[in-house]
């Protein structure tokens, strides 16, 4: 499935399961970022009493996406994301954040 189609799907599971849960704007830019769900508590924010889902996003893809669409380097996109996107509450309905970095794959080690 590619990033488009799943940002679509997880669109439509926030607005059945929690209509405010909040998406990150503008939506074609950070699309590409959303990768999916999650319990509301399963964050840092102790804000939220409530146990409803929202959005995912991943920090990397966040990051790429102000670099491609708003013409800025790695620095800078970094840290306006930790400082303006990342660190800032919304609401109950803030979404989380994780690091998805690619990982080279295991290997095996024979002993």
Known sequence: MDKLHRAEEVISILEEKNPN???LEPR????????????????????????????VYSEEK???ALMDHA???YEM???????????????????IF???????PFERIEG
């Open 77 to 95: 996109a970094q840290e306006y994301y930790d400082f303006n996107i990342e660190g800032s509450f919304m609401g109950t309905g803030t979404p």
């Open 98 to 104: 994780v690091s998805t970095f690619d990982a080279p």
């Open 28 to 55: 074609d830019q950070f699309n590409s970022a959303l990768i999916g769900v999650a319990p509301a508590d399963e964050d840092r924010w102790k804000e939220r009493e409530n146990e409803d889902i929202v959005a």
């Open 62 to 64: 966040c990051v790429e």
């Open 71 to 73: 013409g800025m380097d």
């Open 21 to 23: 849960a909040v998406l």
